[in-house]
């Protein structure tokens, strides 16, 4: 399978640089998977699509302020960009400057604070502060925006790009389905008997690597931190008796949901997941998949392409370039039907 197939022109008009006035602003593309049908709705109208006795999964990761600048022992700039904590005052961050530094070398970051170099892994260097890390953060720290929106963080972003439940921190970047949702529309799909539950997927600065190899099949994915709780599982287990479907908001709900249940059941776990899901690989959990629209080549488009089927999906792309969607981060959202017969592109 080759990762050309997943390409498609974007005019660069489309990509949305900053959220709309309103969470709930956005537009809402309907893709049944059976069938490759599309209907055009606003996000508000979300509540028409589910009823009682759904499951809406959403990811409770909190995105870190998780870009930092500092000089080296020379005089070099650092900057350092978090990719996972370790511990307290661990992590594996991305590090760019003129001249790689050296194992045991210090970046001095200003006020006192340092972190030595202690090993490198792959692309990744392991950091130890002589501070806890997420104080740190929230004192220094900025957040680092996709690359994509061409931009620096700016005041709006430390609200609009942070889920409204987040809570647990440790993203380097946000799960985008779920900035759509206000607390309003959480309490009206509450009201008319929609469950929901959390899981914890931290998303990696890997998520936005482009995919290198040509064939989508020799891709390695970065891993990131998940954990499927016991409470999800009953949750889950419960929605099946009474009939309700399994809606997972956003890619990374569904890669932890599916990395749970690799068995064909699915269980309880934490750890670590580079689960790849393109099109060929079976969905055990999720009915339906609310996400944003993802770039090019992406591993998240191969997601959605092996939800919905490659064609459906890619067709319903074009579509939303010609209905003028908004796309990437801050931009519009689809949701999508499971596709049983789920296609592949042809070789």
């Known amino acids: 399978m080759r990762v050309a197939d997943f390409y498609f022109d974007l005019p660069k008009s489309l990509i949305a640089r900053y959220p709309l006035k309103r969470r709930t602003d956005s537009r809402l593309l309907l893709l049944d998977g059976r069938s490759g049908a599309v209907q055009h709705q606003r996000f508000t109208e979300l509540p028409q699509q589910l009823k009682a006795g759904d499951l809406l999964v959403l990811n409770d990761t909190k995105v870190i302020a998780a870009r930092l600048f500092g000089h080296k022992t020379s005089g070099g700039r650092v900057e350092i960009l978090l990719e996972r904590l370790l511990d307290d005052r661990r992590a594996l961050v991305q590090l760019r400057s003129s001249k790689t ?24 260097f392991e950091l130890e502060f002589n501070q806890a890390i997420l104080p740190l953060l929230e004192q220094a720290g900025q957040i680092p925006l996709p690359p994509y929106l061409e931009r620096e963080a700016e005041v709006l972003d430390g609200e609009r790009y942070q889920t409204v439940y987040a809570t647990h921190p440790g993203a ?4 985008t389905a779920g900035l759509h949702f206000d607390q309003a529309l959480l309490a009206k799909l509450k009201s008319q008997g929609v469950e929901s539950a959390r899981v914890t997927l931290h998303v990696g600065a890997g998520t936005f690597s482009p995919v290198r190899s040509e064939q989508v099949e020799q891709h390695q994915m970065h891993s990131e931190r998940f954990e499927v709780s016991q409470a999800l599982v009953d949750a889950v287990a419960a929605c099946r008796a009474r009939g309700g479907r399994v809606i997972a908001v956003g890619t990374t709900c569904a890669r932890a949901l599916e990395s749970a249940a690799l068995s064909g059941k699915l269980r309880a776990q934490q750890g670590e997941t580079d689960i790849f899901l393109y099109p060929g690989r079976r969905f055990h959990v999720v009915d339906k998949l609310l996400t944003n629209f993802h770039l090019p080549g992406s591993t998240l488009l191969m997601l959605v392409a092996a939800f919905a089927g490659y064609r459906n999906c890619m067709q319903a792309y074009q579509v939303a370039i010609a209905e003028q969607y908004r796309f990437f981060s801050y931009g519009d959202a689809m949701l999508i039907s499971r596709n049983p017969n789920a296609d592949a592109p042809a070789d």
Do not use: C, D, Q
């Open 172 to 175: 380097v970047a946000a799960p």
């Open 101 to 124: 530094p050296k194992a045991g070398s210090l970046i001095r970051l200003g006020g006192g604070t340092e972190a030595r170099l202690l090993s490198r892994h792959n692309a990744l």
